[in-house]
């Protein structure tokens, strides 16, 4: 009888257990709680019930989860009754996952709900997951949003995604905002009060908020980000078509949601980048796509993304650009000398100006006193007219004559000069301001009247270059040319005025430089000025500097210093000492800005500059910078390596430091090992007289 039953039994789950796979398998994937796609390298699962998902990085085995604060899989920001909220997509009625063949998920999200409860209908957004075959990457797509009858302006999606939580996650958010930051994802040694500002900062909206593409003040120089574990890595590189805006939350628990109701955040710090896709921008992809790199820092994100660079045609290396101008190669180890004389402000400045006597006197000295081997002469104060009417060369100043004395001297000495140019700005207080030059929109009204610095259409650009440039080189026989501010955006609108600009100043087969500039207009520039760290909003206050551009582009386009921002100057990236040495770290050249009138108190920082910058930057001039790294644990001495073989340690804290490898950096000090195996070491010392 025992026996008997025993038998039964086991017939019975047998069954049971075939008829529930059974049942498992008949059931619509709707209903089942998640859907999966994956490769050898990465595992995609979605939650059904949310449209959210994570990524499992196999070889780590990190898992990136998804939103760790409400499992959304996005916000929808949308204008109703005057008010602006964010809704959350995860919270429609209804939302629809579909795998379609291995390595595709299309997700709707259909009717999304007001924090009232009442529902947005009519609204639905349509996403895709891709998978790639072979390869570590996930392209994340929105395909498309139909607004109902609502006034929609953004979505973020997808939300918190790859996000580190703080002390919990060692890494960092990485961020090509200027020359780039990385942010940690823990506490670290912070002194001078930084740690203060760090953590309080942490629980107001100080470490959120957004960053366009391409600005010139506060936006981001490259269109990727990403964030980093100890083991892993993920970035996210925008379609090239695209222009979202990047969301950034670094360590921040959302405090300033609840300041308002007077209560604490539930939430955890943590840190994240998310696209802001802007919904009425046409004629985009909103793709971003995802790659995942074991083991990955800010360095192989930067790689990453140079791939994309190079396959887009934004790179071209500065050993291209110097076989079509030889000229190119004074660029070298030069130091960046602006003279100022008051134009485009004024012409004629009180108390500033110069006569090109006496620039060709600071000329020689720079060659014959200082020794200064290369040098680039960007002299503002030239001309008679105010931008954008760049001629003629003012004659109360010495005239044609005189500034071609000046010229001449730079080519015997093999330096490089410019006088300043412009053509994107007309001035109020210029007695011939002309309005006629704006830019206007489609009812005739004018465009862009509170911006002093780029009101001018830029289709008639071409046109004000076109007027005087030629009559300028023919005059003083120019190497160089030196184009302000037109290049420093890319507009969110057709750019054919400004590429046509910068074609036409490539045309002249000179060494041509322009402040800050984009990646899009490398292909017709050899050097940048700028790239420097604004202070608003100011990402370097709680983070770190790190060459994220360099890394992608040092050996397409040379990098000074910004006029505004000078190494002879103070400022929030320091002062001529850590400057100096963020200069041979990074592979950029000097910058030395001063009226005629400081130039005796230049003239040690010159020296300096020449003997410490100069030669590592003539070395690396034309390499890659292949690696960087921080080697102390207040991130204060770093490392860096160039293709050239050329290796830099600097130490830009006032601390000596001795690194893992036994090397001892003292206070603001450097060790160079150039690619001979020269070694060249020192330090920046205070001095009392």
């Known amino acids: ?272 980048l998310d696209p802001v896709w802007k919904v009425n921008r046409e004629n985009e992809r909103k793709l971003i796509r995802y790659e995942f790199i074991p083991k990955g820092t800010h360095v192989d994100m930067a790689k990453a993304y140079r791939k994309q660079a190079i396959k887009d045609g934004y790179f071209v290396s500065l050993k291209e650009k110097a076989e079509r101008d030889p000229n190119v190669n004074k660029l070298q180890g030069a130091i960046y000398m602006g003279v100022y004389g008051g134009y485009p402000h004024y012409v004629e400045m009180p108390g500033m100006a110069f006569t090109f006597k006496e620039l060709q006197d600071i000329i020689l000295t720079t060659h014959d006193e200082l020794g200064v081997d290369n040098a680039f002469f960007h002299a503002w104060g030239v001309f008679s007219n105010f931008v954008p009417n760049c001629w003629p060369i003012n004659e109360n100043l010495g005239g044609v004559k005189e500034l071609k004395k000046a010229v001449d001297l730079t080519k015997k000495y093999g330096y490089l000069y410019s006088s300043y140019h412009a053509y994107s700005a007309t001035l109020e207080n210029d007695p011939e301001f002309n309005t006629d030059l704006f830019a206007r929109d489609n009812e005739g009204k004018l465009k862009n009247t509170g911006s002093r610095w780029a009101n001018i259409d830029q289709n008639k650009q071409l046109g004000l270059a076109r007027k005087s440039l030629h009559k300028e080189i023919a005059a003083l026989g120019l190497e160089a040319d030196i184009t302000d501010i037109s290049f420093a955006t890319f507009p969110d609108e057709d750019n054919t005025g400004l590429f046509n600009l910068a074609k036409y100043i490539d045309s002249l087969n000179l060494v041509n430089g322009t402040e800050h500039g984009q990646q899009q207009f490398i292909p017709f520039f050899d050097m940048f000025e700028g790239l420097t760290y604004l202070p608003n909003p100011n990402l370097v206050q709680f983070s770190h500097r790190a060459p994220l551009f360099n890394l992608v582009y040092h050996d397409a386009i040379a990098i000074f210093g910004k006029i505004q921002d000078p190494d002879n100057q103070i400022s929030i990236n320091g002062d001529f000492r850590v400057k100096s040495l963020r200069n041979i770290l990074f592979g950029m050249g000097t910058t030395i800005f001063f009226s005629p009138y400081e130039f005796e108190g230049m003239k040690e920082m010159i020296q300096i500059a020449n003997q410490v910058v100069s030669p590592v930057n003539r070395e690396t001039f034309f390499a890659e910078l292949t690696n960087h790294e921080y080697l102390s644990d207040d991130f204060k001495v770093q490392r860096s390596q160039f293709s050239s073989g050329t290796e830099v340690i600097v130490n830009m804290g006032p601390v000596k430091q001795t690194t893992k490898s036994g090397d001892v950096i003292p206070a603001y000090g450097y060790k160079v090992t150039f690619s001979d195996g020269k070694v060249s070491e020192g330090s920046f010392k205070l001095t009392f007289n």
């Open 1 to 272: 009888m025992m026996k008997r039953n025993e038998t039964f039994m086991r017939s019975m789950m047998v069954l049971l257990l075939t008829l529930g796979s059974f049942l498992t398998q008949a059931l619509p994937l709707d209903d089942a709680k998640q859907t999966v796609i994956e490769n050898k390298q990465i595992k995609v699962t979605v939650n059904n019930k949310t449209g959210s998902f994570t990524v499992l990085e196999k070889e780590s085995n990190h898992l990136w989860k998804d939103d760790p604060w409400i499992q959304t899989a996005g916000l929808l920001t949308i204008k109703n009754k005057g008010k602006i909220e964010n809704l959350n997509i995860s919270s429609s009625k209804k939302i629809e996952v579909k795998k379609e063949g291995n390595n595709k998920v299309a997700i709707s999200f259909n009717n999304p709900s007001f924090d009232d409860g009442k529902v947005a209908e009519g609204i639905i957004i349509q996403t895709e997951l891709r998978l790639a075959d072979t390869d570590a990457s996930l392209e994340v797509e929105v395909v498309s949003i139909e607004k109902g009858e609502h006034n929609i302006t953004e979505l973020r999606y997808p939300a918190r995604a790859f996000s580190l939580e703080t002390d919990v996650d060692k890494g960092a958010a990485v961020i090509p905002q200027k020359q780039g930051v990385i942010c940690p994802s823990y506490i670290s040694p912070m002194n001078g009060g930084s740690f203060c500002m760090w953590d309080d900062a942490t629980y107001y909206k100080k470490t959120s908020g957004k960053l366009p593409l391409f600005n010139n003040g506060i936006g981001l120089t490259m269109p990727w980000w990403g964030t980093h574990t100890e083991k892993t890595a993920v970035i996210g590189i925008v379609d090239v078509s695209a222009r979202p805006d990047m969301f950034f939350n670094i360590n921040n628990n959302g405090q300033y949601l609840f300041n308002s109701k007077g209560v604490m955040s539930p939430y955890k710090r943590i840190a994240f």
